[in-house]
């Protein structure tokens, strides 16, 4: 009797393996493993894409023990990814390069050289010309890197997001395919279309031959073959780009719904159904999914740094050996005390709404007095005020009103961080009892493309944790206008 499902959520700090109970629909054990984070140069971020694999592998062989289980065991297996994250193999599926990951920013001067010329071309991606999507990194290496140039030139060359990658492993090289939340990243998507476009491959000089196959979110995409690790012939029936993924866990698959995700970086992500929404304060237009050839639409407002200015903490400063550190040193900094401080998280650019490519993180207002408990403070104050930026804009152009923001990933985990973001936005921060709601979503989208869950199940699904409602007061007030200040003089 098939008794899991398997989800898979290749992130980009670790790779989780989850497995759901296939008729409860309760998380039975997950196992996670972190891998290296490659920084060649500064704004150079990559993922070696055999330490990606390996740590996909490791936890599967790892959860299935756990949970006393053998490979025949499960049902299906949904897969969800970190996005934009651009992958280079061969058609035997050996990596030709690092992952150039979505956080990359060395295809900068080419955004700013071709931002007029692509501004024609806005309507139909739905998303700005920026380092953070694909097609410049794929350009990137098709013009320097002589191994993938020589792939190229012996048809010998597969270019795509850590999904495809994943898939083309897991099936034996048998499926090469993606979906549209994946394939909306790139800038070679029409929205329209959900096709592989002719003139933006052009554009970027991105062959559609080396491009996966797109098809709907939910389905057959292929099974697994050739594994040491699982048997053959269990189907893969669902790929979701990470941020959808939690849309989905958190019963967000109607119009209006929306959700914050905190991990590595924030996205806020709102339902807009049928509607390819065009945003007027520098949002994402993108794809929820695509079920039965209909698109979901959503708006998507992305800040590149969240947890991860957490880690910075614990890895470049020292001030704390672990994450979960961080809310206890934060608490105790009093508010008097942290008037003038400010963290700016931009170690990567400014994401959304205002798309400062190279922006700078910075840490202001210190004086002789400023103690590591302040830093903390100030940290998570920082991600919750740029966070903030992508709600107001949101709020602004969601055609619906917006009551309050559900929220997921480990940073939510976080209660002074959710306070914060309660307090920044002025609407309650609502937790859901299962926080990994990017695996949980694919999961569940594993069982609709099989059949076995309708739409309609999800919502009874879901349950609440904790609220965390605004509050109001006059230091709230002096951070957030502290906060536009020093956005408008530095970077806007």
Same mark, same amino acid.
């Given at each position: ?17 989850? %497995?759901?109970d ?37 936890? @599967?062989?790892?959860? $299935?023990?756990? &949970? =006393? ?11 969800? =990814? ?5 992958? &280079? ?47 410049? /990194? ?6 320097n ?10 048809? =010998? ?6 999904? &495809?990658?994943l ?34 491959c ?8 080396? $491009? ?21 012939? @269990? /189907? ?38 049928d509607? /390819?929404?065009k #945003? ?13 050839? /209909? ?17 910075? %903490? ?5 001030? @704390?050996n #672990? ?36 922006? !700078? &993180?910075?840490?202001?207002? +210190?004086?002789?007095?400023?103690? !590591? ?8 104050? *920082? ?6 930026? #992508?709600?107001?804009?949101? +709020?602004?152009?969601s ?6 923001? !559900?929220v997921?990933? *480990? ?17 309650? @921060? ?13 999961? $569940? ?5 099989? *059949? ?20 109001? #007061? ?19």
């Open positions: 009797m098939k008794r899991f499902i398997l989800s898979i959520d290749q992130g980009t700090t670790g790779s989780t393996a989850l %497995l759901i296939s008729k409860t629909l309760k998380l039975v054990e997950k196992v996670n493993y972190e891998f290296r984070q490659i920084l060649p140069r500064p704004g150079e971020v990559e993922h070696n894409l055999n330490d990606i694999f390996n740590s996909i592998k490791k936890s @599967i062989i790892d959860v $299935l023990e756990k &949970a =006393n289980a053998k490979g025949e065991d499960i049902e299906c297996i949904g897969i969800t =990814n970190q996005r934009e994250t651009v992958c &280079a193999y061969d058609k035997k599926g050996n990596p030709l390069t690092n992952a150039i990951v979505w956080q990359d920013r060395r295809t900068s001067s080419f955004c700013s050289q071709n931002v007029e010329q692509y501004s024609r071309f806005q309507d139909k991606t739905g998303l700005p010309l920026d380092p953070y999507f694909s097609a410049t /990194k794929m350009s990137w290496l098709i013009e890197s002589s191994v993938v140039k020589e792939a190229l030139e012996h048809e =010998n060359l597969l270019l795509s997001n850590i999904d &495809a990658f898939l083309f492993k897991l099936t034996g090289g048998q499926s090469y395919k993606t979906e549209p939340s994946n394939a909306s990243r790139t800038l070679l998507m029409d929205l329209d279309t959900c096709k592989w476009d002719d003139e933006l052009s554009f970027f000089k991105v062959p559609k031959s080396v $491009l996966p196959e797109i098809q709907d979110s939910f389905g057959e995409f292929g099974a697994t073959k050739g594994l040491d690790f699982l048997p053959d012939g @269990i /189907k893969i029936t669902c790929m979701l780009g990470d941020q959808q993924a939690a849309l989905f866990g958190q019963a967000g698959h109607n119009e209006g719904e929306l959700k914050c995700t905190c991990g590595t970086g924030a996205f806020i992500v709102l339902n807009t159904g509607k /390819k929404v #945003s007027s304060n520098g949002l994402l237009t993108t794809v929820a999914y695509r079920l039965n050839s /209909k698109t979901v639409y959503a708006l998507e407002g992305s800040s590149y740094i969240a947890g991860a200015a957490v880690q910075w %903490l614990r890895d470049n400063l020292g001030l @704390i #672990s994450a979960s550190e961080v809310e206890a040193l934060a608490s105790r900094a009093p508010d008097e005390a942290m008037d003038s401080v400010m963290f700016l998280p931009f170690f990567t650019g400014i994401g959304s709404p205002f798309w400062k490519s190279d922006a !700078k &993180a910075a840490i202001v207002g +210190l004086s002789r007095d400023t103690s !590591k408990e302040h830093i903390a403070r100030a940290c998570l104050e *920082g991600m919750a005020l740029s966070i903030n930026d #992508s709600i107001q804009a949101l +709020l602004e152009d055609p619906t009103t917006v009551d309050s923001i !559900k997921d990933g *480990g940073a939510c985990q976080n209660d002074l961080l959710m306070q914060y973001q309660a307090n920044f936005s002025n609407r309650p @921060i609502v937790r859901p009892a299962v926080i990994e709601t990017t695996a949980y979503g694919v999961a $569940l989208g594993s069982l609709v493309g099989i *059949g076995a869950l309708k739409m309609s199940d999800i919502d009874d699904l879901w349950r609440e944790d904790k609220v965390f409602q605004p509050q109001d #007061s006059a230091y709230i007030k002096r951070k957030l206008n502290s906060w536009k200040e020093y956005i408008n003089r530095v970077f806007i």
